[in-house]
């Protein structure tokens, strides 16, 4: 089973594959698609159509999306809104099922603490997928997700999301 992990973003969007073999884990690759432009219009079709070729080159079976954090910064949860949306939305459009993750879920199942930080959750994702080369912190919680999704699986167990591959 290969899954897409998206961790939404308004100017880079995280991304990141793995191939689920058993219990085992692969990566296949992972990147950052950034959000060009200068209206907000711009800069959500830049997201939608990077990440479309991304879900075009890698031909996933699933995909995760991480939750959208709320703070203090109400325009901004807004804004990170529409970057999530469009996370949610390519994914769709393949036909895939798309499982939503909370940060303090993805990080319990990577790191074994819900609290965990950017430099805590990629120093996990490497030693679990070992000889990933990382395009930054926004792909290694891409990443971080999709291996959430690999053990929860909409809230599936490992083996009844491979038996549905």
Not at 149 to 165: C, F, P, Y
Request: charged share 20%; net charge neutral; with cysteine.
């Amino acid at each position: 089973m290969r899954i897409l992990g998206i961790d939404p973003g308004l100017r880079a969007l995280g991304w990141g594959v793995i191939d689920v073999d058993g219990p085992r884990l692969h990566h296949v690759d992972n990147g950052i698609c950034n959000g060009i432009g200068n209206t907000m219009a711009e800069r959500l079709l830049a997201l939608h159509t990077a990440l479309t070729e991304v879900v075009a080159r890698y031909a996933p079976d699933a995909a995760a999306v991480e939750q959208t954090f709320v703070n203090r910064d109400g325009a901004g949860t807004l804004k990170l809104g529409q970057a999530r949306g469009v996370a949610m939305l390519v994914p769709a459009q393949a036909g895939l099922s798309v499982g939503e993750y909370a940060p303090n879920k993805v990080k319990k199942t990577v790191v074994g603490v819900g609290h965990a930080d950017k430099k805590q959750v990629e120093h996990m994702v490497k030693l679990q997928l070992p000889g990933a080369k990382i395009a930054g912190a926004d792909a290694a919680d891409a990443l971080a997700i999709a291996i959430c999704h690999a053990h929860h699986g909409a809230g599936r167990s490992l083996d009844e999301v491979l038996a549905r591959a």
